[in-house]
């Protein structure tokens, strides 16, 4: 595979000025960056937007208030599965509003971004900006993106022979531990945000903090002051490990199993995006549960490309990487997480070969 210089990524994960339309005009990104603008796709939707922010944060309150009206009582733990969906949908809006989709400037996403992030569900709108930003620079580079590193699950051969500690204990056996795994995601987007607040790259560290507190002091106020020890505990061990599963099935079909870089291995921005990217296929049901997210090579072509405009964008992406050469992998869901646990067998196999041997 050829490799390029490094191309500079914009706050948001685009591509910085230089591979953009009309700005040398030259790259195999930029022409296809045209033909998006041709065809209308970078526009802004406000309507789209203000109707999912009412209709997400409508849910928001119902959730609330059902669990007012209903008191003391095990049918909370319905209510408690239903939040977790909506503090999915909430995630997944901040996703939006973090890629300046939403609107334009800066301050505004900012704003937003942390209402629904920080006070709605408790992530820090900060911290998952600078993760997901070196992820979208770099997606399944094993040295540059966050989110294939060798933290607690492996992701390559190498990093499986080199794991030490937890990621060695699990690396064997992650495949059937992955899902299990995903309810505890909910709980460490928790502890990841409250840790970050030490991080120097947080800008607005007083008022993320103040949000972060305010959403956990309200949350288990609530709880405690409506139901009994048990009951607020189960309420809040299920909400938290639905919404984690629900996350984390959000996130594994993107790019878990595709294939990935080390060292200076560094194509060009459009072969960087879609060769690392799966998207996945369904209908209207699936573009509303992944938030979009099921068009993952043209979200990270054009980040900042609003959600409903993806779909579109499917077929002029697809028809111009066949027109280069470029591999384009698209799967169904069920098929999409085959492929990622079965990347992630595989590339245990070191460590259960090592442990075979003992």
Aim: charged residues 20%; hydrophobic residues 40%; positive net charge.
């Amino acid at each position: 595979m050829t490799t390029s210089s490094q191309v500079s990524v914009t706050s948001d994960g685009s591509p910085a000025a230089a591979e953009r339309p009309g700005a040398g005009g030259g790259s195999d990104f930029a022409r296809l960056s045209r033909r998006m603008a041709d065809a209308g796709l970078m526009r802004r939707r406000p309507g789209y937007y203000a109707a999912r922010i009412g209709s997400v944060t409508t849910l928001y309150v119902a959730g609330w208030v059902a669990f007012g009206l209903l008191g003391d009582s095990w049918a909370q733990l319905a209510v408690a599965a239903f939040l977790a969906f909506v503090f999915g949908q909430v995630a997944l809006l901040a996703h939006d509003l973090a890629h300046r989709q939403v609107f334009r400037r800066r301050r505004p996403s900012e704003i937003m971004g942390m209402l629904f992030g920080n006070l709605g569900v408790g992530m820090s709108y900060g911290w998952w900006m600078n993760k997901h930003t070196r992820h979208h620079a770099n997606p399944n580079h094993e040295d540059l993106d966050p989110d294939v590193a060798p933290d607690i699950l492996v992701w390559s051969t190498d990093q499986a022979r080199a794991s030490r500690g937890l990621a060695r204990l699990i690396g064997g056996h992650q495949a059937l531990l992955f899902f299990p795994l995903l309810t505890l995601e909910g709980f460490n987007l928790h502890v990841a945000s409250l840790r970050a607040l030490r991080s120097p790259y947080l800008k607005r560290r007083t008022l993320e903090g103040a949000l972060l507190l305010l959403h956990i002091a309200g949350l288990l106020s609530a709880l405690f002051l409506v139901l009994p020890p048990g009951k607020a505990v189960a309420f809040l061990a299920l909400n938290q490990c639905l919404f984690g599963v629900y996350l984390g099935c959000t996130f594994a079909p993107n790019h878990k199993g595709m294939p990935t870089f080390t060292g200076d291995e560094r194509p060009d921005f459009l072969r960087r995006q879609v060769l690392t990217s799966r998207n996945v296929r369904g209908g209207r049901f699936t573009d509303v549960m992944l938030g979009g997210l099921n068009y993952q090579i043209e979200h990270h072509l054009f980040p900042s490309m609003p959600t409903p405009h993806l779909r579109r964008a499917q077929a002029v992406v697809r028809r111009y990487c066949a027109e280069t050469g470029v591999p384009y992998h698209e799967t169904g869901l069920i098929r999409s997480y085959r492929e990622a646990l079965t990347h992630l067998h595989r590339v245990g196999e070191p460590i259960r070969r090592q442990r075979r041997r003992r």
